[in-house]
């Protein structure tokens, strides 16, 4: 009986083990890094590692560089003239847009 008792109790832990795999394995499979260490990366003052690719890509396409080039400080230069000219207010673009082709080129240039 007693022994009977001891197997019964280490099915009941082992049944809370395999449930707590169940739960963190569920845990793992919703964790995005970019939304979850969000937070952690905004309280020491810094950007998701993520972030900070995607900001550098969309300044390369805002340019009409290619995304994923590595463009040298004449190339941003020459990209931004012409970005620069298409977006601006009196060329029909927009004061919004023209500010966005200037702080893609702040961004690249702040790599070189």
């Known amino acids: 009986m007693a022994r009977a008792d ?58 009409g560089l290619e995304p994923d080039q590595v463009p040298t400080e004449a190339e941003i230069r020459a990209a931004y003239k012409g970005a620069a000219r298409r977006a601006h207010p009196d060329m029909g673009g927009s004061s919004a847009a023209f500010a966005r082709v200037a702080a893609a080129r702040d961004l690249l240039l702040s790599e070189v």
């Open 6 to 63: 001891g197997l019964r109790g280490l099915l009941g832990g082992l049944r809370g083990v395999l449930d707590a795999v169940d739960d963190f394995a569920q845990v793992l499979d919703d964790f995005d890094p970019e939304r979850d260490l969000g937070d952690l990366f905004e309280g020491l003052g810094a950007e998701p590692p993520g972030a900070a690719r995607a900001a550098r890509r969309e300044a390369l396409v805002t340019l």
